[in-house]
């Protein structure tokens, strides 16, 4: 949509406007654009939405003070941009297992403890932050902006640079804008623009690298991958996947990369999971699913959130995120399914 675009558009928003609506409203309708930048420096969907809800209330709490100086939506921009710096001040950054690593092999021994919850990138329901409807352009290059490899590489970049590149490359602003809501000057916005590109450059991802919306194509690709995961055709799983595919499972380090790897750990120690049922969803703009292992009693119960990256045809990489108690309520998943 045009509105995640450029304050330009604010004329029709800012306290100038004579449109009778409560403030209540006028703050509620920026919550989607809000979590999705706030998602984008934090890398947490609960961090984010912790973000947008200090934001709204410091500018319910502010508002007689606002009186209309700026524009409403670059005031809250403002205002979720030093909530997020704050957040950031002193924390570490939040990565995902292949960016910690190097690939392993398909050894129990090898998994490791679980680490820290505030490790890893986080998944985000593509209802949280993805604009209903609009220009497909738009909603394109929004879904490539939150994906999990985009916004783990985000979190190299230093804080304020990571706000730079957010409202200059992905939501448009204006140097003299962004300039405006840091504080700062445009040639120290364009410099550290520039660093935050070299940055970007080096991790091999780019705002611009942007796929086709998903296809035919892609929805029969899922369909096989779907039969044969419940299935536990492990031929069949791993000809769908790109030689060079990423298997990861949060909150462990490991990861694997080889089909002969990922065909021994799935046959090995993640045996448990033949039987399972997945349920789709969808995340970080990729395709999703809740996977459900058997369980003892009959039925079957939650076990991962499985997040897909595919390009030209392939898989090219699995997250299973293991942390359902917090994921599934959050993208309205069934606690367990029935027999």
Known sequence: MTELKAPAHDLADGAATSEPEDLEHRLERHRSELTGYCYRMLGSAFEAEDAVQETLVRAWRGFDRFEGRAALRSWLYRIATNVCLDMLSGSQRRARPMDLTSPQTADHSLLGPPLPAGTWIQPIPDDRVMPIGGDPAVL?????????AFVAALQHLPPRQRAVLILREV????AGEVADLLGSTVASVNSALQRARATLAASELSVTDISPPRD???????ARYVDAFERYDLDSLVSLLHEEATWSMPPYALWLQTHDDIRRWSLGPGAACRGSRLVPTAANGSPAFGQYRPAPAGGHQPWSLQVLEISAGEITGIMFFLDTATLFPLFGLPPRLEP
Do not use: F, G, S
Request: proline share 0%; hydrophobic share 40%; glycine share 0%.
């Open 171 to 174: 939501l448009r602003w204006r």
């Open 140 to 148: 394109a290059e929004t879904r490539e902006t939150v994906r999990l």
């Open 216 to 222: 035919q194509d892609q929805q029969a690709l899922l």
